[in-house]
């Protein structure tokens, strides 16, 4: 019998596989989108293909894959040591908080994609500085939701109310043609994310996995994909 939700939808989850793939359920689309450079600032996102529908499909979390982004086993093969070393404490209690004017700029490094989308006008961080004038509130707003991550959140200073521009519930396969790596997957939407030990992460609307193998905070990504140069084999190919 198939679980619904209560938008009629199946329900669409993460399994995180002890030192194996990401399995993903529930007809959760998948596509494959470049990072858009301009003078070496990220300013944009591509999408360049649409992946087959699958109600259940595997995902590559080694880097090894020679199928990619979907698993092919080759984790049994390496030897790959997947155990989850992320903080599991809500996203707000690991924060650094900036106040400007009318923004809250809430910012958490360590599961930096290091993407560059932040570097964005003046940076988010000046956007946010300088929130009391409505041009900067807006472009900081922009700049802090295109960033897959979500190490940065902006709130409302007078409400309180998070500035999440919504997003459909899908996997995005990130490549960086201006760096010449192979990114993480951005998971979009508030799409569940079980551990291997069966505990479910914090449920957000902007969050990127590990697929390099690489990140000192699996399952998310730490940016350690560019450290190691990592290339699936389809950068580049549409």
């Not at 209560?6 to 995180?16: G, L, Q, W, Y």
């Not at 914090?202 to 690489?214: D, F, I, K, M």
């Amino acid at each position: 019998m198939n679980i619904m939700s209560e938008s009629n939808e199946p329900s669409r989850k993460i399994t995180v596989m002890k030192d194996g793939p990401y399995v993903v359920s529930g007809r959760v689309p998948l596509v494959k989108e470049n990072i858009v450079s301009e003078g070496g600032i990220s300013i944009g996102w591509e999408k360049m293909e649409e992946h087959p529908e699958r109600k259940t499909y595997a995902l590559c979390r080694c880097g090894q894959t020679g199928t990619p982004p979907y698993c092919n086993g080759s984790h049994a093969s390496a030897g790959f040591n997947g155990t989850e070393t992320a903080d599991r404490a809500p996203f707000s209690k690991r924060c650094k908080v900036l106040e400007g004017p009318s923004l809250t700029l809430y910012d958490r490094q360590d599961i930096c994609a290091r993407t560059g989308h932040c570097q964005q006008r003046t940076g988010a961080w000046t956007l946010v500085k300088h929130s009391d004038e409505a041009d900067k509130r807006e472009e900081a707003i922009g700049v802090v939701n295109s960033c897959p991550s979500g190490r940065l959140v902006v709130r409302d200073k007078e409400t309180g109310e998070a500035l999440e521009m919504p997003l459909e519930k899908e996997i995005a396969v990130i490549q960086h043609p201006h760096r010449g790596v192979s990114g993480p997957l951005w998971v979009r939407g508030g799409i569940s994310i079980v551990s291997a030990d069966g505990e479910q992460y914090e449920t957000r609307n902007r969050v990127t996995l590990c697929r390099c193998g690489a990140s000192k905070v699996k399952p998310f990504c730490d940016g350690s994909h560019i450290n190691v140069g990592f290339r699936d084999g389809s950068l580049g190919k549409k």
